[in-house]
């Protein structure tokens, strides 16, 4: 799912668009975002936030049952995937790292506050309490991107590190022993997204955008959703959240590592017609790719509030017209949070600079013998946008 930190990789470099030729010069490049990824991320987010919405609609209704378990099939592996893809140039220098620090730590230890102390104001639930071992609704996302980002060297020099994080998410589907702390379960099963991420090349996302894939996805979208349609009332929906162990979900143990394969190869492939079809030139809401953390972390408190005051249990909204109408209004409200005044109002929240929390480099000490040339070395890593 975010624009959480900085990315470190410069996103223009490594853009998939076919129709990339004409660009400026490299000074300004460096500088530029991709519209492919920026769009990519809001219009992941809108269904990130649209799925929340269902959730409280969904129970009498056959269809929307079906678009929830659609949508929740491949909305948040296509944002861990891109994570990931941004998080190739992580390497842990005490740069990286004070960036993962200020764009991810500080917003879970914010939100993790502020969710449980919400509830207990519009909910009246004084039995929640502030802890940040047990991440709360959203926050779950950035506890993973912290945990996924600093073993990112680690995967970076494994011979084949998609089998071994696909074989520990299997095992993990299968050990109800894991704590909960920290969201581990969903941590370790979500794994694998974020390290085909590492391994995705910018030629990879070409592939997925040519007009035959882009053909090819309009009937694996239809039959997807007649799948869904059909497995609702035969599968636990708790599978697509990847939470739980196959135990805890009632079912013999070596039912989970054989759904985390089935559920990782059709995540795959929804994700990739996903990507398919996201526009690669500059639209309307190309500018809210950047705001995407915004939307992710703030869209809860209207879906919380919402639920919490009572808003769901009025009957037309459980009707056709009445779950479009929350649909369209969800859509909107996620859009407005992302936009430029929103992100500069929560700017000391979401990318806060902390510079009196960090020492400084000691200016004094020598250079590399390699380095010392007439101009001092400068650093030629872009700011990383931790993406979600």
């Not at 073993?151 to 071994?164: A, D, F, Q, S, Y």
Request: glycine letters at 6%; charged letters at 20%; one cysteine or more.
């Amino acid at each position: 799912m975010f624009h959480a930190a900085s990315s470190l990789a410069p996103s223009p470099s490594s853009s998939p668009n076919e129709k990339d030729q004409q660009r400026p010069s490299p000074d300004r490049r460096a500088k530029q975002r991709d519209a492919f990824f920026d769009n990519a991320k809001y219009l992941a987010i809108v269904l990130v936030a649209v799925g929340h919405s269902w959730e409280p609609l969904k129970g009498g209704s056959r269809v929307l049952q079906a678009a929830y378990q659609f949508v929740y099939a491949f909305h948040m592996p296509a944002f861990i995937l891109i994570s990931g893809y941004f998080s190739r140039s992580f390497d842990g220098s005490p740069e990286r790292l004070k960036r993962l620090v200020t764009g991810v730590v500080v917003p879970y230890v914010v939100f993790e506050t502020a969710y449980p102390l919400f509830k207990q104001v519009v909910d009246h639930d004084h039995r929640t309490s502030v802890t940040l071992l047990d991440p709360y609704y959203l926050t779950w996302f950035l506890c993973a991107l912290f945990i996924w980002r600093l073993t990112t060297p680690i995967w970076k020099i494994v011979r084949h590190p998609l089998p071994v994080a696909l074989g520990i998410a299997m095992l993990a589907s299968a050990a109800p022993g894991i704590t909960g702390d920290l969201d581990l379960p969903r941590v370790l099963q979500f794994l694998p997204y974020f390290v085909l991420g590492l391994c995705l090349r910018p030629e990879h996302f070409r592939m997925v955008r040519n007009w035959p894939v882009r053909i090819a996805a309009v009937p694996v979208f239809v039959l997807a959703l007649m799948f869904s349609w059909w497995a609702v009332p035969r599968m636990d929906t708790e599978w697509l959240y990847h939470r739980a162990s196959a135990q805890e979900l009632g079912v013999p143990w070596w039912v989970g590592p054989v759904m985390q394969v089935a559920l990782f190869g059709c995540s795959l492939l929804l994700t990739a017609c996903f990507l398919s079809w996201v526009p690669g030139r500059s639209m309307w809401f190309t500018t809210l790719g950047a705001g995407t953390l915004c939307g992710y972390l703030l869209h809860g408190f209207l879906i919380k509030g919402a639920d919490y005051r009572g808003l769901f249990e009025h009957d037309w909204l459980h009707r056709p017209l009445g779950e479009i109408t929350v649909t369209l209004a969800v859509a909107a409200a996620v859009t407005l949070l992302c936009t430029k005044p929103v992100r500069w109002v929560f700017r000391g929240v979401m990318e806060p600079k902390m510079d009196w929390a960090f020492r400084k480099r000691d200016a004094a000490a020598p250079e590399p013998a390699r380095a010392q040339t007439r101009e001092p070395a400068r650093e030629r890593g872009g700011r990383e946008k931790v993406d979600a």
